[in-house]
């Protein structure tokens, strides 16, 4: 029998203490149960993966309310459309933020949220949900999908960007678009609905010279915006990509005073996203609460910052490189959310032949 | 009193039990729930059965079987003669190596993904082959994630198998190649097939890799059973598809079963040697897989080193921050933290029902009902890795909200998650080697007066003991990398290092695709050691080395 080497002694002494030490049994559920006796009433807010807001913010609400706000955020928002769904009849949480104008007719079929009861700030009638009207869902958010482009690489070439939809099908522009797909990616997805709002029965046919003219689609927006665009990571070879009206914010390097990208205006598609009461919670009135919360005006002015999105209220102030760099357009394509409801799949099916070919 | 054949039945039931349990409760109940849900959506069987027969399903299935045995064939082809330098010869540096061809299967496959496609697009160093966006890249992608399971899984069988019947055919005049096809492959084809098997689930199901390297032009059972439930709320097709994967999974493990089934051979920790001539070909390879393993890699760890279009460390010092505006809710290093306490309890799980499962498979059957019983319990931990993640992940939401599995909300619901993963790879680095261990040796011993425990410890333990610290590794770094049930199930205050990357990857600014970077690197690093620390264990006292 040999003895054991020191260095494979120590290796198993490093193992044990990371094995003996490192596991989630032990750690407590609860961190917050035990003070002064009185636990304070929990509410569960069930969001997707994009939801953020600052932990003081978080801890205010907390402390004025009385209420215990426990945040539970996965998938995107047709995952979480699809978690509403499956579990309604036991709902994972009291109200749910993150369903947005695409997904909100499905959700409201199947009869997930509750009526609403909350006074909407000014400012938000703009972005009720049609059909809806604010009964059951309060509008939080907006943002508009658009094309962005890398306006250095156009300067450099002495080549104007182009402008709107049509535009991209111009042969000066050849091989230069990357988009995320339709089928996989929500940007992807609302880039097809503003092509249906802009050409209605035609759009196949904008698709086929949009593909004719060598746009290039890819799986997700991070593949687009990392993988192939001029001004995303490194190594990037096509100049305009599908992205957002507040993308341009991010693009100003250090010490400049001009964004290197651009979203064009005329090519937006608006996207909202609301929140809810969802029923069967076992904390309505706290749900209330949460949503009065996300629509007050402290909430509205970290979302920008948190949320990469535009606020809904009236009168709160931007952050400056918003103010300065991510222009929201006038008049951004829509369709009714009905329509989009009844003819998705169908548009879906005819978009997914056009792009295998 | 009980009948010899009752009571042995009886036996393993008790065996049986607990893994048993586990598997229903954290896999049946909840695809169960999830199918049933999707059958009730609709007119129930007919129009599930519309959606078997529909031309796209047909195609996409087709596609699925065809990249899937293209990634395994490919991944066996370079992994066996892996397998043979690093477990079998003193090649220098073989440990490292090892550790190293685990690393991509646990890095993100978004991250993977851009960078393949740097390499294959247009004007990208490797743009003349023309992949960009083909069939081939993904089944290149495949194994790139893929090929460590076969290195892993056969490199452990190999290792503790007796090199003397080799010696013997050599010095019977036998040529390498002959002693390879007649004495080694027949030895080792039970774990092959393990591995083989084990890949081709692994891609089948693959649904990052397929979208991003086929330019989301190409739709797999997995993709399209996601596309399916998310995006067209067509949860009564999905359902229907999630039957098919089953069925064919199921008929799938089942003749990997009767390929398996193959005489004990001997068994002895065999000293690697010194790397012959003969071993050329093997060692080549060995280099070409590592160099292709190395490229992507490499041009993350590139990548994360830039800063502005300058070389810089600032997206590592960036790890211990929220990220740019707060993209964050914990720093990258508080969810690695998170990630290797996942790991570690996702790992004690897995091998502790992997361990029983491999027991309760390999012992030697009395009767055809128990053969029968052993053969398709064997099958039955395979299936989690046939099924879609996102089929469980619903099911999880469905199926677990009552005592006493209410766990929805629990902590420990995403290390089982993990370990349902996890524990195919356990199982079928055990069984191949359990399989092989002449039962008369038990019997010997167990003439001898040693009972049943003392017989395990004597026989089974000392050459079991390297497989389990291999397949407890592999359980770790399945862990780590794990994504798809992970993204449904994490909880904010505990996100995983995959989530935070994915998070990051998902906003725009160069400083989150920075820290995106260096996170993976340093997901990747901890992998590679926590491997070579694994690889270093050994119990003294059984005298394996």
Known sequence: MKSIPSSRGAAFLLIAALFSGCSLIGTSEEQSASDGGSTPEQVVLVTHESFSLPKPLVRQFETESGLDLEIRSSGDAGALTTKLAVTRDDPTGDLAFG???????????????????????????????????????????????????????????????????????????????????????????????????????????????????????????????????????????????????????????????????????DTCYRQVEYAGVLEGAANPEGAREVVEFLLSEDVQAELPDSMYVFPVRDGVALPDDWARYAEQPEDPYALDPAQVAAERDGWLAEWRDLVTG | MLSPSLGRLLGLAALAALPVLALTAFFVLPVAAMLSEGLADGVGAGGALEVLGRDRTHDVVLFTLVTAAAGTLLSVVLGLPAAHVLHRTRLPLRTPVRAALLVPFVLPTVVVGVAFRQLLREGGPLGFLGL???????????????????????????????????????????????????????????????????????????????????GSRYATVETEIYLLTVTLFDLQGAAALSLLQLVVVGVL?????????????????????????????????????????????????????????????????????????????????EALINSLRTAVDATWMAVGVGLLVALVVTRRSRSATERRVRGALDGFFMLPLGVSAVTLGFGFLIALDQPPLDLRDSRLLVPVAQALVALPLVVRTLVPVLASIDDRQRQAAASLGAGPLRTLATVDVPVLWRPLLAGAGFAFAASLGEFGATSFLARDDAPTMPVVIFRLLGQPGQMNYGMALAASVVLAATTALVMLLVERLRVPSLGTF
């Not at chain 1, 939809?165 to 609905?193: I, K």
């Not at chain 1, 593909?211 to 001029?230: C, E, I, K, M, Q």
């Not at chain 1, 507040?246 to 400049?256: D, E, N």
């Open chain 1, 99 to 265: 369903v947005d104008n695409t997904f909100a007719s499905r959700a409201l079929e199947e009869g997930v949220f509750d009526t609403l009861d909350v006074d909407l700030p000014a400012g938000s009638g703009d972005y009720l949900l049609p059909g809806d009207d604010g009964e059951r869902l309060a509008p939080v958010d907006n943002a508009h999908v658009c094309v962005n482009v890398d306006t250095t690489w156009f300067e450099e070439r002495d080549l104007a960007p182009p402008e709107s939809l049509d535009d991209l099908t111009d042969p000066a522009y050849e091989g230069l678009f990357v988009t995320p797909s339709a089928l996989s990616s929500s940007p992807g997805l609302a880039f097809l609905l503003s092509t249906v709002a802009a050409y209605g029965e035609d759009w196949p046919s904008y698709w086929e010279d949009l593909l004719a003219n060598d746009a290039l689609v890819v799986d997700g927006w991070t593949d687009a915006y990392y993988g192939d665009f001029t001004q995303g990571g490194e190594g990037g070879d096509r100049p305009i990509v599908l992205s957002y009206d507040s993308s341009p914010a991010f693009t100003v390097a250090k010490g400049s005073q001009e964004s290197a990208t651009q979203a064009l205006l």
């Open chain 2, 132 to 214: 960009d966006g083909t069939p081939a890249a993904i089944v290149l992608g495949l194994v790139f994630f893929n090929v460590a399971v076969v290195i892993r899984v056969v490199g452990s069988a190999w290792e503790s198998l007796d090199p003397r019947s080799a010696q013997a055919a050599a010095t019977l005049g036998a040529s390498p190649a002959t002693v390879f096809r007649t004495v080694t492959l027949p030895a080792l084809l039970p774990a092959v097939v393990s591995a083989a098997t084990v890949v081709f689930l692994f891609c089948a199901t693959a649904f990052g890799i397929v979208l991003t390297l086929g």
């Open chain 2, 253 to 333: 493990l089942l003749a990997a079963r009767r390929a398996r089934a193959v005489a004990p051979s001997a068994r002895a920790h065999a000293r690697p040697r010194r790397p012959t001539r003969a071993d050329t070909l093997p060692v080549a390879t060995t280099l070409l897989l590592l160099l292709y393993v190395a490229v992507p890699v490499a041009a993350l760890v590139t990548g994360s080193l830039r800063v502005d279009g300058r070389w810089s460390l600032g997206n590592y010092a960036a790890l211990t921050t929220t990220g740019d505006r707060q993209t964050l809710l914990v720093p990258v290093t």
